[in-house]
T-cell receptor, first 115, second 112 residues
Framework: DTAVSQTPKYLVTQMGNDKSIKCEQN?????MYWYKQDSKKFLKIMFS???????INETVPNRFSPKSPDKAHLNLHINSLELGDSAVYFC??????????????FGPGTRLTVT | SQQGEEDPQALSIQEGENATMNCSYK?????LQWYRQNSGRGLVHLIL?????REKHSGRLRVTLDTSKKSSSLLITASRAADTASYFC????????????FGAGTRLAVHP
C-alpha cells in the first residue's frame, strides 16, 4: 500500500512550459508539504498545507502555485518553467499535532528536468 | 540558508564496521530528527531526539545531542550493505508547523 504517492515520477519539459505534479497520501494526515532537492542533495521546504490551508510559504517564485483540493491531496503547478527549476520535488505528509506530529512521510519524488 | 552542516559529506566503510555521522545546526531547536534516503527514493524517518534528551537508541542506531554545541551524531553499529544511503539531520527550528530544516546529508557506502 502506497502511503504518499506522486505523479509523474519523471518529467522532462522545455523552458517556458507549464507543468503540474500531483501528490496523494492515504495516511489520514492533515498536513502536507512540498520540498525541493537540488543537484547537491540540499532539501528545502517550499510549502505546507494544513487541512487545505496554506501555513508555510517559503521564498519561492510565484511561478510555483500549490493547490490542496482536500487534506489528502496537494498539487504543485509551475508556470513558465526555467532551467533552474530542474530538481527532484518531494511531497510529504504528517499530523499537525499529537505525539507523532514530528514524523514526516515522504513520497518517492518527481524528477523534473527542464531543457 | 541551510540550517545544518553534516560531516563527513561521504563515508565509505566495510560491512560490520560502525559508521558515525555528525550534524551541526545554528538556531535553538525543539527536536532533531535523522532521515535516510536510498538512491532515487524519498526520505524515511529514522529517529527523533528532543532538546532535553542527550542520547537515544533504536536498534542499531544511536543518536546523541549536545545543545550547548548545537550538534548531533548518528552512530550505526555493525553496518550492513543495506545501510548504504544518504543520511540527513533535520531540525524543527522555531517556525513551528513542523517546518523542518535539513542538513546537506552524509552519503554512506557500506561495502560487502
Amino acid at each position: 500500500d502506497t502511503a504518499v504517492s506522486q505523479t509523474p515520477k519523471y518529467l522532462v519539459t522545455q523552458m517556458g512550459n507549464d507543468k503540474s505534479i500531483k501528490c496523494e497520501q492515504n495516511l489520514g494526515h492533515d498536513t502536507m508539504y512540498w520540498y525541493k532537492q537540488d543537484s547537491k542533495k540540499f532539501l528545502k521546504i517550499m510549502f505546507s498545507y494544513n487541512n487545505k490551508e496554506l501555513i508555510i510559504n517559503e521564498t519561492v517564485p510565484n511561478r510555483f502555485s500549490p493547490k490542496s483540493p482536500d487534506k489528502a491531496h496537494l498539487n504543485l503547478h509551475i508556470n513558465s518553467l526555467e532551467l533552474g527549476d530542474s530538481a527532484v520535488y518531494f511531497c510529504a505528509s504528517s499530523y499537525q499535532g499529537g505525539p507523532r506530529s514530528y514524523e514526516q512521510y515522504f513520497g518517492p519524488g518527481t524528477r523534473l528536468t527542464v531543457t | 540558508s541551510q540550517q545544518g552542516e553534516e560531516d563527513p559529506q561521504a563515508l565509505s566503510i566495510q560491512e560490520g564496521e560502525n559508521a558515525t555521522m555528525n550534524c551541526s545546526y545554528k538556531t535553538s531547536i525543539n527536536n532533531l530528527q535523522w532521515y535516510r534516503q536510498n538512491s532515487g527514493r524519498g526520505l524515511v524517518h529514522l529517529i527523533l531526539i528532543r532538546s532535553n534528551e542527550r542520547e537515544k537508541h533504536s536498534g542499531r542506531l544511536r543518536v546523541t545531542l549536545d545543545t550547548s554545541k548545537k550538534s548531533s551524531s548518528l552512530l550505526i553499529t555493525a553496518s550492513r550493505a543495506a545501510d548504504t544511503a544518504s543520511y540527513f539531520c533535520a531540525t524543527d527550528g522555531s517556525g513551528g508547523y513542523n517546518k523542518l530544516i535539513f542538513g546537506a546529508g552524509t552519503r554512506l557506502a557500506v561495502h560487502p
